[in-house]
Nanobody
Framework: QVNLVESGGGLVQAGGSMTLSCVAS????????MGWFRQSSGKERELIVT???????TLADSAKGRFFMSPDWSKNRVSLQMNKVDSDDTAVYYC????????????????WGRGTQVTVSS
């Protein structure tokens, strides 16, 4: 079991930047992947970026060149740097973690933070 707590959301001007942070606590040794998803009003939750502990990254096309995920695995923390935001980036942003599966130690579960609202103003 792991708890994920996001911070850094709020209001940002279009074209500006914002950095979100997520800190994991609990059975953090079981984490092999962390990342960020978002959900806009009336839409499904969508992938932004995931990053494995060995460095494999998956990044949505909408985030390429603008959003950058930085991990600090020793502190169980990841950040999402958001640049050149626009109105389409308005959403609730969720931190994500996935556990490796290891018999008797780690169950391959997925976890979500409660989310933090990001609102981009014109």
């Amino acid at each position: 079991q792991v708890n994920l707590v996001e911070s850094g959301g709020g209001l940002v001007q279009a074209g500006g930047s914002m950095t979100l942070s997520c800190v994991a606590s609990g059975t953090t040794n079981c984490i092999d992947t962390m990342g960020w998803f978002r959900q806009s009003s009336g839409k499904e939750r969508e992938l932004i970026v995931t990053l494995t502990t060995w460095g494999s990254e998956t990044l949505a096309d909408s985030a390429k060149g603008r959003f950058f995920m930085s991990p600090d695995w020793s502190k169980n923390r990841v950040s999402l740097q958001m640049n050149k935001v626009d109105s389409d980036d308005t959403a609730v942003y969720y931190c994500y973690a996935k556990f490796k599966a290891r018999t008797g130690v780690c169950v391959g579960s997925q976890y979500w933070g409660r989310g933090t609202q990001v609102t981009v103003s014109s």
